[in-house]
C-alpha cells in the first residue's frame, strides 16, 4: 500500500530520525571536553514491514570504541605508571648525591676527608689539621647518616605508597563489580559503561590488567599475570599489611615468620588467600613500581651506603694477622694467632687438595650458636666460627670444614695450627691469615677505631653477626669514636711514647682510603653478587654514584620512551573515540539538510492532500 | 600518512599542549645553564660523563691536598735553609774569627768571647725554629722547641747542673788533686819515673811517649797503668832534650819538652838546669817535669777537659743526659757515670730516634712520590757545633788570671781544630735538593691540576655561546609552535556556519 499518508508517515519518522541525530551531535559537543568521554553515533535502520519499507528506526547511540586500542591503552598506562614511578624515586636518589662538584656530597665529603688527612700526615703535630681532620670525618659520618635515614624513610614511605595504592586498587575493584551488576540490569547503556571504563583506566594504572567483555555486558578482570580480580558480579578483596618502622635488615620473603615488611593479599570470593607478592601476578602499573622500589631499588642503595659505611670503618681499624709457616716432621703447614679477634672478623685458609683442587675458605668469627648460624653464608662463601667455646673447639670447626687430608690443632693459647698431610704429598696448606678488628688508639700499629657503631652503643665495627648483622643499616649508626673526638692528639699517637710530629698514622689511614685494595660485598649491587666489587674506598664512594646516575637516567629514558608510546596509544585511542568538532559540525550539516528534506517532503504531501480536496470541492 | 583532525578535545591539541611544555622546560633548563655556567644540577643529568667528574674531582681534592703540602713545605725548607745559613756562619766564624783575636787584651772581652755566648744564643734560637707552631728541627717532636733556652743550658736550675757546672767538675776530675792531670811523679837517683795514677782511668793526661837526646834515656813501661821512666845515664850537653807526649781528653795531644840547660831559672816549665851530678840533674828534671805538667793542667788541659765536657754535654738528652764525673770529691774521681734527667740538664728534648733525621718529616708530593725535609737538632754537625760554642762561653778568663791568655789560645786552638766543616753545608745541600725536588714536584703537580680543571670544565661546565645559540633557537621553535597552533586553533567550522 503506498499513498500520500505513508508519505507523511515516512517523512515522520525521517523527522524524528534527524531529531535523534541532533541530540547525538549535540551530547558530543557538549561533552568534547570530558575525560573518558567516547563519541557516540545514531544508529538507525530501515523500518520494514511486509517487506516494504516503513520509515526508520532509530536503533540508539552507539559508542565509537576500538577495544583492540583500548586494551593496548591500558597496559601501556600500567607500564607508564610503573615507570614513572621508577624514575621519580631514582631521580630523588640520585639527588641525594649534591650536584656534580657540590661541596655537601658524599663524593665531595669523602674527597675532603682524605684532603684533610693529607695535610694531617704533612703537619702531624698541628692541632688546626688534627681538629679539621676530625671535622670531616664527623661531616662524613653524618653524611651518611643523613642518606641512609633518606632511603630510610624512601623506603617507608614506599611501604605507605603501597598500602594506600592497594587500598585504591581494592576499592576500585569493589566499584567495577557493582558497576557489572547494573550494566547486566541495564544492557547498552553507553553512560554505564562509560563510567566503567573510567574506572578500569584508573585501576590500569595501578596494576597491570587485561580485560574481557561477557556477552551480558558484564566485565572481567584479571592481571597479565594471571590473577582474577573481578569476574562479573564477584570481586577480589586486595589488602596489604603495612609495617612501621622498616628496620634495615626488614626484607620481603613468601615465609610469614621471616617477612619483615608488608604483602599484597588477594582474598577471592571463596575465601582462598593468595600472597600476591610470592605469586609474582603483579608486573607492572604503580604498585609493582612500589614493590620494586622497596624490594630491590632502595635495599641496594641503602646496601651500597651501609657497604660503603662499614668500608670506611673497616678500613682504618683492620689489622692484618699474618700466618706464620711451620713444619712437623714431613708435615708443613701454617699457624695463626686469633687471640685478638672479634665477632665478625675473618680467617682465610687457602689449600690445595685432596685430589688438587685449590680452595679458599673464609671463617667469620661468632661468639654464639645464633651468630654462627647468620655468619654461615648459603651460598657457602662464608661459613661461621664460633669462637666462644675455646681454641681446642675452633680447630676442630676448622677440621671439619677442611675435611680430611688436614691436621688442624690448637698447640696453645689462641694459636691454630693446620698442617697438610706431609708424606704422603696429596694435600697442602698454600695460606692462613686472618684480620682483627683493632679496638684501642695505642695499639702500636697505626689502625684505629675511628668510626664506631654509635647505634650500638659506639661498639667497634667488626661486621659481626650476633644480634643481627651488623653492617645492616650501619651508614645510619655510623658515628666518630668519642675518645678521638676528645682527643684530637689519638690521631697521631698510635703508642706510649710516640712523637706529636710522628706521620706514619695519618699516612697509613690515607693509603687505605686512596689506595687501599678492598672487596665489597655484592649485595650493593655493584660488581655484582658473583664477582664483588674491589678497589679503593674512594673508588667505590664513586661506583655508589655512578651506579645511581646510571639508574637514575636509564629509568628517566624508559619513562620517556614509555610515555611517547602511551601518547602515542592515546592519540589514536582519541582519534577513534574523542569528540572532533569539525566531524560534529558537519554532521550538523547533514542534519540540517536531511530535516529540511524531510520538511520538503511534508510540505509536497500536504499540498498534493491540498490539491485533491480542491478537485473534491 | 594520514593527518588527523586539530580542533577543541582532540588529541592533536593535547600534544601539542605537551610539546609546548617540554619545549618551555627545555627553555628554562638552558636559561638556568647560562645562571649558573653548570651543565647539569645532578650526576644523572650529566649522563655518561658524570663518571669522569667524579674521578676528576677526587684527582683534584688530592691534588690541591698535595699543593698544600707543598707550599707548606717550601716555607718551611725556605726558614731552615735561612736558620742553616746562620749556623754556618756561626761555624765560620770559629774558623777564621778565633786565632784572630788571640792578640787583642784583655781576652775576657775577645770579641770571640762574647760572640761565643752570643753565637750560643744564635744556635739555640736557630735550631728552635719554628713556624706556625711546628718545631723544624725537632724531627717527629714537632711539638716541643728541641734546644732548652741558653740559661738552662749553661746554669742548670732545680736541681739540676748545667754546662758551666758539668765543664768545672770535668775539670777538677782532669787537672786532679795536684794540677798535674792525675799523673804521678817519682824519682830516686837518676831515675824519674812519670805514671798515670791508676789503670783506665778516663780523666787527665795519658802518656803515649817518650824520648831523650843525649847522655838523657826515656822509655815508656810495659806495664799497667802506663807509665814513662827517664834516667840521667850520664851528665847531658846543654841543649839536650826530654820530651813526653801526652794525649788530652778531647782527642788531641800535646808533647812537653824540656831542656838542659847550663844555667836555667828554677821553676822553669821548659827547661831545667844541669847538676853537680847526675842525681842533681834528676832531680832537676823531675822538678821541671812537675811544673810543665802544672803548666799544662792549667792550660791545654783545662781547655781539652772543658771542650770534652761540653762535647759529652751536647752528646746527650733529655733522656739519657750527659754522663757526670763520679763525686764529690770530683778531684780523686776514678769514673764517669751516667746522668739522670734529675740531676743534670738535657739540653734536646726533641724526637732522639735513630735513623735518618731527613725522614722524620717527609712531604708528599704526588702519588708514592715524597720529599724529605725533617732535621733535628741533635745531628752530630749540629751538636759539635754547639760543643764548641758551649766550650768557649761556659770558660770564664778573667782579666787576673795569668793563665787566661794561655787558656783562651789552647782552647781557641781545639775549637778551631774541632770546628764543624762540611757538616752542616751537607744538610743545608739536603735541603736544598729538596727545595727544588719540591719545585719541581710542584710544577708537575699545578701542570696536572689545571689539566684535570680543564677536564672538569669541560665535562661540568656549559659552554655559555652554545647555550645561547640553543636557547635562541628553541624561542624561535616555541614561537613558531604557538603562532600555528593559534592559527591552526582559530580554523574551525563553526565560523563559517
Known sequence: MGGISSSIELAMSGLRATQAGLDVVSQNVANAGSVGYTRRVLVAGERVADGRSMGVDVVGASRMLDIMVQRQLRLEQAGASFTAAKASAHTSLDRMFDRPGGEGGLPALLNAFTSSLQGLANSPSSYPHRATTLAAASDLAGSLNGLARQVADLRQSTESAIGAAVAQADGLLQELAAFNVRIVAAPGSAALEDGRDALVDRLSTLIDIKVTGAANGALTVATTGGLQLVDGAR????????????????????????????????????????????SGTIRSGAIAAQLDLRDRVLVAAGAQLDELAAGLAAALSDQAVPGVPVSAGAASGFEVDLASLSAGNPVTVSVTGPGGAARTLTFVSATSAAGQAAATSTDGRTIGLDISGGY????????????????????????????????????????????????????????????????????PFTGSFEGGRQVAGFASRIALHPAALADPAKLVAYGPGVLAGDATRPLFLLDRLTAGDRSFSGEAGIGGSTSPYRGSLVAFSQRIVETQEADASSAATLDDGQQIVLNAVRGRFEDESGVNIDTELTLLIQLQTAYGANARILTAAKEMMDLLLRIGA | MTIAGYGIGSSGARRADETFRSLKGNLADLQAQLTTGRKAE?????????????????????????????????????????????LESLARGLRTGLPGALNRTPVGQTNAQVSAEDGLRRAIDVLNTDAAGRFLFAGRASDTSPVAPYGVIMEGGAGRAGLKQIVAERKEADRGPDGMGRLALASAGPNVTLS??????????????????????????????????????????????????????????????????????????????????AADTS?????????????????????????????????????????????????????????????????????????????TAPVRTGEGASVAIGARANEAPFQALLASLGALAAEA?????????????????????????????????????????????????????????????????????????????????????????????????????
Open chain 2, 42 to 86: 645532578t650526576h644523572a643529568a650529566l649522563g655518561p660523563d658524570a663518571g669522569a667528574s667524579l674521578d676528576a674531582r677526587a684527582r683534584l681534592a688530592s691534588l690541591e691536598g698535595y699543593t698544600a703540602n707543598i707550599v707548606d713545605a717550601q716555607l718551611r725548607v725556605t726558614l731552615m735553609s735561612q736558620g742553616l745559613s746562620e
Open chain 2, 196 to 277: 798515670e795514677e791508676a789503670a783506665g782511668l778516663p780523666f787527665g793526661f795519658k802518656l803515649v811517649g817518650a824520648s831523650a837526646t843525649g847522655g838523657l834515656s826515656a822509655a815508656l813501661g810495659t806495664g799497667s797503668p802506663a807509665s814513662a821512666s827517664f834516667a840521667v845515664t850520664s851528665q847531658p850537653a846543654s841543649g839536650n832534650t826530654v820530651n813526653v807526649v801526652l794525649d788530652l781528653p778531647d782527642g788531641s795531644r800535646t808533647t812537653l819538652t824540656l831542656t838542659a840547660t847550663a844555667a836555667g831559672p828554677a821553676g822553669s816549665t821548659t827547661g831545667f838546669r844541669i847538676g853537680t851530678t
Open chain 1, 392 to 459: 681446642g673447639s675452633v680447630a676442630t670447626q676448622i677440621g671439619t670444614a677442611l675435611g680430611s687430608g688436614f691436621t688442624v690443632s690448637n698447640p696453645a693459647g689462641a694459636t691454630i695450627r693446620i698442617l697438610d698431610d706431609g708424606g704422603a704429598g696429596t694435600t697442602d696448606v698454600t695460606a692462613l691469615s686472618a684480620t682483627a678488628t683493632v679496638t684501642g688508639f695505642a695499639s702500636g700499629g697505626p689502625e684505629l677505631p675511628l668510626f664506631v657503631d654509635g647505634g650500638r652503643g659506639d661498639a
Open chain 1, 235 to 278: 570481586a577480589t578483596r586486595l589488602s596489604f599489611d603495612a609495617r612501621s618502622p622498616l628496620g634495615p635488615d626488614a626484607r620481603y620473603d613468601a615465609d610469614p615468620t621471616r617477612r619483615g615488611v608488608g604483602t599484597v593479599t588477594a582474598v577471592d570470593t571463596a575465601g582462598n588467600k593468595v600472597d600476591v607478592i610470592a
Open chain 2, 397 to 497: 778568663f778573667p782579666e787576673g788570671d795569668s793563665t787566661a791568655r794561655a787558656r783562651y789560645a789552647a782552647l781557641a786552638d781545639r775549637v778551631v781544630a774541632a770546628a764543624p766543616s762540611g757538616g752542616i753545608a751537607e744538610i743545608a745541600t739536603d735541603l736544598s735538593t729538596a727545595h727544588i725536588a719540591l719545585g719541581q714536584a710542584s710544577d708537575r703537580v699545578d701542570a696536572t691540576r689545571n689539566q684535570v680543571r680543564d677536564l672538569i670544565v669541560g665535562v661540568e661546565n656549559a659552554d655559555p655561546s652554545e647555550v645561547a645559540t640553543k636557547l635562541l633557537e628553541t624561542q624561535t621553535r616555541l614561537q613558531a609552535s604557538y603562532q600555528t597552533t593559534s592559527a591552526i586553533a582559530r580554523l574551525t567550522l563553526l565560523d563559517y556556519l
Open chain 2, 283 to 359: 832531680a832537676n828534671l823531675s822538678a821541671a817535669l812537675a811544673a810543665a805538667l802544672r803548666e799544662a793542667g792549667g792550660t791545654a788541659l783545662a781547655s781539652a777537659s772543658a771542650l770534652q765536657a761540653s762535647r759529652g754535654f751536647f752528646a746527650g738528652t733529655a733522656a739519657n743526659p750527659s754522663p757526670r764525673v763520679a763525686g764529690p770529691p770530683f778531684a780523686s774521681a776514678t769514673g764517669l757515670v751516667a746522668g739522670s734527667a734529675a740531676d743534670t740538664v738535657g739540653w734536646y728534648r726533641g724526637d732522639a730516634s735513630d735513623g735518618s733525621a731527613r725522614e
